[in-house]
């Protein structure tokens, strides 16, 4: 949805660096923040998706017509299901991390595809995908396979 992790502190009236040290693993998600922040982000038009026999579960904009020509909104997504930060993302796509914020903060004035490739194919040897528009429905990120397949454990939902 384009929210920092300040953002989203002050949208639930959170302690700062709460977002922070949720995504870092060391606070635990509870049943009730979970469902508010799956209520606010399906508010906002984010649907989650189950799993089907040969992809895992995901998110994706539940209608189309988002213009992400980059994939910008979905790579935060798509980087809480293969639970790296942009740090990591970065070395493993060999792309610099000051890269991955620029984008995701849509601060930047030109984007390298080549980048834009090796961020695609490094969130792939996690088994993450992102998925295309159709008439139906908005792009999204999801599971290439079953998370228990891949040795994974979280879902979507809790993304």
Same mark, same amino acid.
């Given at each position: 949805?384009?929210? /920092?992790?300040?953002? *989203?502190? +002050?949208?639930?009236?959170?302690?700062? @660096?709460?977002?922070? /040290?949720?995504?870092?693993?060391?606070? &635990?998600?509870? !049943? @009730?923040?979970?469902?508010?922040? +799956?209520?606010?982000?399906?508010?906002?038009?984010?649907? #989650?998706?189950? =799993?089907?026999?040969?992809?895992?579960?995901?998110?994706?904009?539940?209608?189309?017509?988002?213009?992400? !020509?980059? &994939?910008?909104?979905?790579? !935060?997504?798509?980087?809480?299901?293969?639970?790296?930060?942009?740090?990591?993302?970065?070395? *493993?796509?060999?792309?610099?991390?000051?890269? *991955?914020?620029?984008?995701?903060?849509?601060?930047?004035?030109?984007?390298?595809?080549?980048?834009?490739?090796?961020?695609?194919?490094?969130? @792939?040897?996690?088994?993450?995908? #992102?998925?295309?528009? /159709? /008439?139906?429905?908005?792009?999204?990120?999801?599971? *290439?396979?079953? !998370?228990?397949?891949?040795?994974?454990?979280?879902? =979507?939902?809790?993304?």
């Amino acid at each position: 949805m384009g929210y /920092t992790q300040t953002g *989203i502190e +002050k949208l639930f009236k959170l302690k700062s @660096r709460s977002v922070y /040290t949720l995504e870092a693993g060391r606070y &635990k998600l509870t !049943p @009730r923040f979970a469902y508010l922040l +799956k209520e606010k982000y399906e508010e906002e038009g984010v649907e #989650f998706t189950d =799993a089907g026999s040969d992809f895992g579960p995901g998110i994706r904009w539940r209608v189309p017509g988002r213009k992400d !020509p980059y &994939k910008r909104l979905m790579l !935060p997504g798509a980087r809480g299901l293969a639970n790296l930060s942009q740090a990591q993302l970065g070395k *493993i796509a060999d792309v610099d991390q000051k890269f *991955i914020a620029r984008l995701e903060l849509d601060d930047f004035d030109g984007v390298s595809q080549v980048k834009l490739d090796r961020l695609e194919n490094a969130l @792939r040897t996690r088994n993450v995908e #992102f998925t295309a528009e /159709t /008439t139906s429905f908005g792009a999204g990120v999801r599971w *290439i396979k079953n !998370p228990s397949v891949a040795g994974q454990s979280q879902s =979507a939902s809790e993304c």
